[in-house]
C-alpha cells in the first residue's frame, strides 16, 4: 500500500484477516506447470540456488456445504515461490456462502451466512500431489447474522421519524483449525477442507496466473496493475452492499467487516497512482 489517509485506516487493513498470511516451510511437491512463472535464483550459504515464482489469483461459486446446497463465493489471491529445499507462500482467501434463501425486506428482517478465512498460511504450490493448486494453514470459519430493526418515532401531528438499525453478530463454529484449498480438473473445481467443519465444493470461474504480484486494490480488468479512478468508481457503486445484499464482493471488504463501506473506498482512493 502506497500511501494511507490516516493511521487508523492502516490499522484496519494491517489487522484485518483479509492480509498476506505468510510462512516458510520444507518443499513439498515440484511445480512443473510453466506458465506465468517466473523463474530466478537466491543466495544461501554461497550457493546459488534457483527458485520458481508465480503468484494465482482464483474466484470461484460455492456449490454444496457437506450435503447441503449453497449459495457464495471464493477468492483466492496467493503467491508462491519454490525451489528444491524449501517453499514460500503468502496467501488472502475468503470464502462466503449460505444455505438458506433470505430476501431483503423493507421493514424487519436477518439474514445469515457462513465465513470462512485463511488466517495463517503454511504453503502453496502448484501441480501438487495431482492437484492443481494447494494451499494449506490456519483457518476461521464463523456464521454471521445481519439483522435490520427499523424504529419508527413520532406522531401523525409532528411528524414520523425512521431509524434503520443493523446490528451483526459473529458466532464462531471452527477457531484456529487446519484446512487445505485443492484445485483439481484443470482448474475447474475446488474443494476447501478445514476440520470441524463440512467440506465446501464449488467451481472455479476465473483463473489468472502472472509472473508479477498482483495489485490487491485493482478492481477493474483492464490487465494493469495500476489503480485509477475506474477503480474507485466501481467501489463506489457497491457502497452499503453486504453477503446476500446488492453487488457485495469480499475483494472489496478490506477491512472484512462484511460490508464494503468509506474504508474500503477510502483504501481504493489512498492507492491510485499518482494521487
Not at 483479509?18 to 510453466?34: I, N, Q, T, W, Y
Not at 506465468?36 to 470461484?60: A, E, M, Q, Y
Not at 472455479?204 to 477503480?231: A, C, G, H, P, W
Amino acid at each position: 500500500m502506497k500511501k494511507t489517509l490516516a493511521v487508523a485506516l492502516l490499522a484496519i487493513i494491517t489487522v484485518s484477516s483479509l492480509c498476506f498470511a505468510v510462512a516458510s516451510v520444507s518443499a513439498m511437491g515440484s511445480s512443473s506447470r510453466g506458465w506465468g512463472w517466473n523463474i530466478g535464483s537466491w543466495k544461501k550459504n554461497g550457493d546459488t540456488i534457483p527458485f520458481h515464482r508465480s503468484w494465482v489469483r482464483l474466484n470461484g461459486i460455492a456449490e454444496t456445504w457437506g450435503i447441503e446446497n449453497v449459495n457464495g463465493s471464493l477468492s483466492v489471491n496467493a503467491r508462491t515461490v519454490s525451489s528444491e529445499e524449501e517453499s514460500r507462500g503468502a496467501a488472502r482467501v475468503t470464502a462466503i456462502w449460505s444455505n438458506t434463501t433470505n430476501f431483503r425486506e423493507k421493514g424487519n428482517f436477518s439474514y445469515s451466512f457462513y465465513a470462512a478465512r485463511l488466517v495463517e498460511a503454511n504453503v502453496s504450490l502448484i501441480d501438487f500431489e495431482e492437484t492443481d493448486f494447494f494451499l494449506n494453514g490456519t483457518w476461521n470459519v464463523v456464521n454471521v447474522t445481519i439483522t435490520q430493526t427499523i424504529i419508527k418515532t413520532g406522531d401523525s401531528e409532528s411528524g414520523y421519524t425512521v431509524d434503520r438499525q443493523t446490528k451483526t453478530d459473529v458466532d464462531p463454529i471452527a477457531i484456529g483449525e487446519y484446512g487445505e484449498l485443492k484445485v483439481n480438473d484443470n482448474w475447474q473445481n475446488f474443494v476447501l477442507s478445514i476440520e470441524g467443519t463440512d467440506e465446501l465444493n464449488g467451481a472455479i470461474r476465473r483463473t489468472r496466473m502472472t509472473q508479477m504480484m498482483f495489485n490487491q486494490f485493482k478492481l477493474s480488468e483492464d490487465d494493469t496493475e495500476k489503480v485509477t479512478r475506474v477503480d474507485l468508481k466501481l467501489l463506489a457503486k457497491n457502497l452499503g452492499t453486504r453477503p446476500g445484499w446488492g453487488s457485495y464482493d469480499g475483494d472489496m471488504d478490506f477491512n472484512c467487516n462484511y460490508k464494503i463501506d468509506i474504508a474500503d473506498l477510502s483504501t481504493v482512493a489512498a492507492n491510485i497512482e499518482g494521487a
